[in-house]
């Protein structure tokens, strides 16, 4: 694999820990894009099987290999191929997931705008969890694009695989390499003060869900989102129903890492914010009948609000 020849328009950075099962249909639906002027730096955060042989079978002059002795963590691995990287634009790949053909075409023709503060273009992901497959962002989301930086407080719903104007990261930095997950919501909480987004919605990206993820983690998403919490702060103070529906998130999370006393915790935290948030009372109601019951009353609430939208 040697090193690309020119200056590349666009970086994409595919971290990657122990996914040789993976990572070949993830590399071949970026080397497959209509839009091909790009690099691809691989970044192996310290892997322990095959992956480097997987990834040597393409003889392609725009992949680049770099590997840590060390797992490091995820944002770790996406600032080393941000700091290597020559283009003007950055994406990252996940090493589970596939794009479309034009996914990067449909993004960087989103930056033929005369907005000169548009940083990010994304576009819908498609995420399999066994037969179901969700497309987001849903159409719960009633504002897509533009200045989004408080509909983010509320949940995030612009993919970590979107296209970002390298200016972004120079402006507020790179990933918070403190964090275990949620990284992708947190740095576009930064760059979301300063830079516009735009939404292509299409369905560009087909994520699965593997059950090694750690966005199924319940404890990797309650400690995400306490730090989260904890450093923009001020922000969610500026806007309580984004504080109390997270303090929700949380609540809900520790009841189904079997931690009801926790959860209900954070339900009365959420409700003494925002004393109208009805949901949380019946998520309140149903945590007082076990771990179980309480699963079972998250898989209703989803099935219903599915047949509402």
Known sequence: MNQIKKTPKISIILPTYNRANTIHESILSVLNQTYEDFELIIVDDGSTDNTKEVIEI????????????????????????????KGSFISIQNSDDKWLPEKLENEINGFNSPNPKLGVVYSGLCRIIGNRKIYIPSKSVKKKEGYLSDDLLNINFVNGLSLIRKDCF?????????LVGLEDWEIYLRISKYYDFKFIDKPLIIASLSQDSLSIKPSVMISATQMILNKHFNKFLNNKKALALNYGFIGSWSCLDGKLKEGRT??????????????????FFASLFGQKAFKSFLDINQKIKKNTL
């Open 58 to 85: 393409f003889e392609d002059s725009r992949i680049q290999y770099i590997k840590h002795e060390e797992n490091k963590g995820a944002a770790s691995a996406m600032n080393t191929g941000i700091k290597k990287s």
């Open 170 to 178: 120079e402006k507020v930095g790179y990933y918070d390499e403190e």
């Open 266 to 283: 954070f339900f009365r935290y959420a409700v003494k914010i925002n004393p109208y948030f009805f949901s949380i009372y019946l998520a």
